[in-house]
């Protein structure tokens, strides 16, 4: 049966004072205690969801160390934590189907943030929670969770993918352009991946949505500036030092030597360096070269963020949980077992992770060579026609007689609602 929808809640600083008040057992207008111990400190009882990365032993247990860390801070409630497992991608699914059964804290993509809210059971932050949200984040970070002018979660890493290489081969100065680097040495690239092949489209002046919030603009993937990328993407694809990187292909290439650079993100980081050891570089996006023009290739990027469930029973309390996983000490944590890259403004400015080349490499991409992923929901029909240009590149069916004829026919499919 549907769950009645609930409007997003968003707790004031007042809120926060009178039932924080209440339940430290001290006089507030219109508080009262619930549940409290024999010590009278109040029982709370939270459901956690996270990736089961984050609460595996052999990586140091992050979530369970967080909230036993945070518990051991909040000495005023007696709280019992529930751990369930779901990643990033997948919670919004669940949470939206059911909020009422779904954890009071959990973790979420941005791009999954309209299903979210349209199920009215992601929290906002607002006042002073937003107020250390935009304080201790990057504007672009505060922007990818931002809807209507509400904030409605706390960032802990940036999401988006860059470039690694072979030191050995490739130079600081040849990074800096794609086509360079294929005259020097083997390159892997997700050529039928949808997340990864807009990036060249973007690099010519194509656009998602005008500003990737104006619905209403519509897609703008087929004009004469399309059409000049996908047969740029034919030349590509042809060039025997290109390598399309799918089921872990790339990976293997590096691993055996014969691919020299590919593209990925941070969580593919440890298994790279194990592959190349002093070797391995990491790189914002490069430039490639189009009928003589240097353009920019661009990521699309994001963000992941602790949510707070509109339906929690301990909203206080699962707030102020939210902020302390998306927070600096838990960030650090973080970075320190599982390499997630912090995006904490003050752990940025720290020389230890300042200095790695893994975390900058992913944040100057985030600040530089990438466009925020548009959560309208128009983009669920960008996917498919865009996975299907580079398959059709691949299978040598588009080629340099059709493609604008297949450019237009791509716009248009990313323009309706589906391929008919």
Known sequence: ????????????????????????????????????????????????????????????EWLQTCCSRFAEQHPEWNITFVYGVADEAGAAGTV????????????????????????????????????????????????????????????FTTNTWFMYYDK??????DVKSLDAMLAKGVVSFPFTNSWYLPAFYFGNGCTLFGDGTQEELGVDFG????????????????NPNFIVDADGSGMAGLRDGSIKAMFTGSWDAAAIKEILGDNMGVSALPT???NGVEKQMYAYAGSKAIGVNTNSKYMVQAIQLALYLGGAEAQQLHY????????????????????????????????????????????????????????GI?????????AAEQTRAMNEAMNSNGIS
Not at 394 to 402: F, M, P
């Open 288 to 290: 490639f070269n189009l």
């Open 96 to 155: 939206s189907q059911d909020a009422e059964a779904s954890a009071d804290v959990f973790m979420f993509a941005n791009d999954t943030l309209t299903t979210l809210t349209d199920a009215g059971a992601l929290a906002k932050f607002g006042g002073i929670y937003a107020d250390e949200i935009t304080s201790t984040n990057s504007q672009g970070l505060v922007d990818s969770l931002t809807l209507d002018g509400y904030v409605y979660g706390v960032p």
């Open 336 to 391: 320190d077992l599982r390499t997630v890259i912090p995006c904490n403004t003050e752990l940025l400015a720290d020389p230890a992770i300042a200095n790695d080349e893994l975390v900058a490499a992913q944040n100057d991409t985030f600040d530089r060579t990438s466009i925020l992923q548009p959560f309208v929901s128009g983009m669920s029909n960008c996917w498919t026609p865009v996975e299907n240009m580079g398959k």
């Open 394 to 402: 691949r299978s040598g069916q588009i080629t340099h007689e059709n």
């Open 168 to 173: 050995s081969v490739f130079t600081e100065e």
């Open 1 to 60: 049966m549907r769950k009645k929808w609930s409007a997003p809640r968003l707790l004031s600083r007042r809120d926060f004072l009178r039932l924080t008040a209440a339940a430290a057992g001290t006089a507030a207008a219109g508080g009262m205690l619930s549940g409290c111990s024999e010590g009278g400190s109040e029982n709370v009882r939270l459901m956690v969801w996270s990736p089961s990365q984050d609460q595996a032993k052999d990586s140091g």
């Open 223 to 238: 004009g004469d500036n399309a059409v000049e990328v996908t047969n740029y993407l034919i030349d590509l694809y042809n």
